[in-house]
């Protein structure tokens, strides 16, 4: 184990029966857990029950929850409504093979809550959400490329993980970034067909798609961009997209993975009112179980209609599985009641504020970037507004005060640094007054160096 900072001890102190079970997990799971972002130093902590707000540890620890499945769970965890809907449902089976009865009544909720989706396909990750719709885009325009943005995150296929991380030795202007993998055993070839621009710097985003345009199938973008931490588009960033391939023949391909049904009920796209080609969505729309989907203007979903003469293939065994269309159903008929966004907003904004507020009067630099229940607290004394301002944010300061925080009860989400976390309808006044009691504790550990 490593040396253990100060603020470290008290997690460790706590958290005895991760240590050993995370002693045995890692040699059956890569680093000992499911997936790469669950893991942090010096051990992650296990879960083995939920409730509201609140997760429960192997040592029985009440933990105030604000990762929420990591963005799913903006209800609170088990909620009643959602737990009958499910349980109901596996009363009446499964697994079908065939379509569910329930599946066109969900997406008719998803075109309530955005216009934009005149056709719906599902699927069952993020991941795959974002991979079909690529692949549309490209049947549909005849054109190959792809651009995404510096430091944004579309899941794990291939095409997605292309410059999410720039290594310092191939940082360029980002009028001329080249594309690098994020990870090994991603073909070279593939960075060759994506294209990076720079989120919220309108000069630089408009050059490089005008410059590609000949070449590019579609245009992907978080229009709150998660990737990195949070970041939300300003000056009219969204709207000149829409224009600007709008013009030149591409399509524009929202990834609202993290933000649909979260930021409002019809994600961003209602929030700054403009609408996307394609639009791609999961977690908070399956409500804690395993659904995604992506739709949008029904002459380029028709891409995926079965012809004669070829089509873009589109399939998946659990896709619309009923258990989960159940789940995200009665999810998005809770959260299409009217008035029930502004509660949402209270709590978060009561949070990110409260954290900046605090900060600020222990005289410690932070930017804290949010909107209603997405967030991010980045230590820093300079604006954080895109990807490339978070490179050299302090990360030390930031890992001490998530740790702190850990060690007292309360999970800031993502154990990284670039990442984000998250408020829900289950968190209680009591919840954030004592989340920023214990941030104010680190603040004040933090000014004292």
């Known amino acids: 184990m490593p040396t253990l900072a100060g603020y470290e001890k008290e997690y460790v102190r706590k958290t005895k029966k991760s240590r050993e079970h995370f002693k045995k997990a890692k040699k059956l799971l890569p680093a000992g857990v499911e997936s790469n972002v669950r893991f942090f130093e010096p051990y992650p902590f296990y879960v083995k029950r939920a409730k509201g707000a609140y997760i429960y540890d192997l040592d029985d620890n009440k933990i105030i929850d604000y990762a929420l ?43 309530k809550a955005m216009p934009s989706v ?56 980002s009028r001329n970034q080249p594309t690098v993998p994020f990870g090994s055993g991603i073909p070279k070839c593939i960075s060759d067909l994506v294209v990076l621009y720079p989120f919220n710097d309108w000069g630089a985003t408009e050059e490089v798609i005008t410059k590609n345009a000949d070449d590019l ?78 739709g949008g203007k029904r002459d380029i979903m028709e891409e995926i209609v079965p012809k004669v003469d070829g089509n873009v ?56 970037e949010s909107l209603g229940s997405l967030g991010q607290m980045y230590f820093t004394d300079k604006e954080v507004t895109r990807w490339r301002d978070a490179i050299d944010v302090d990360r030390e300061k930031w890992r001490h005060w998530f740790m702190h925080s850990l060690g007292r009860g309360v999970f800031f989400g993502v154990p990284h640094a670039d990442e984000h976390f998250f408020t829900s309808l289950a968190h209680s006044e009591k919840d954030i007054s004592y989340s920023l009691e214990v941030s104010d504790e680190a603040f004040k550990a933090i000014a004292k160096g």
Not at 167 to 172: G, H, L, Q, R
Not at 346 to 364: K, N, T
């Open 118 to 173: 005149e056709m719906f396909r599902f699927a069952n990750s993020g991941t795959e959400a974002t991979m079909h719709p690529m692949r549309v885009a490209r049947s549909y325009t005849g054109k190959e490329k792809i651009a995404k943005a510096e430091g944004a995150y579309h899941g794990g296929h291939d095409y997605a993980l292309q410059g999410v991380d720039i290594p310092e030795d191939m940082m360029k202007d």
């Open 69 to 111: 499945g990591y963005g799913p769970m903006l209800l609170g965890h088990n909620h009643p409504e959602v737990v009958r809907a499910v349980k109901e449902q596996v009363g009446k089976g499964t697994m079908y093979g065939a379509s569910p009865d329930i599946a066109i009544e969900y997406v008719k909720m998803v075109q």
């Open 217 to 294: 199938a579609a245009v992907i973008i978080e229009p709150i961009q998660a990737g990195g931490g949070c970041f939300i588009p300003r000056d009219n960033y969204l709207k000149k997209l829409r224009k600007l391939t709008k013009e030149l023949g591409i399509v524009l391909i929202f990834d609202e993975v993290l933000t649909g049904f979260r930021v409002a009920f019809g994600g961003v796209q209602e929030k700054f009112d403009v609408k996307p080609d394609i639009t791609c969505i999961a977690k908070v729309a399956g409500g804690g179980y395993q659904l995604a989907g992506f």
């Open 313 to 368: 293939y589109h399939g998946g065994t659990y896709n619309a599985h009923p258990v989960s269309v159940a789940g995200g159903l009665k999810t998005l008929q809770i959260l299409s009641k009217p008035g029930i966004y502004k509660k949402i907003d209270r709590i978060g904004d009561s949070l990110f504020h409260g954290l900046r507020d605090l900060a600020e009067d222990r005289g410690v630099d932070v930017w804290v």
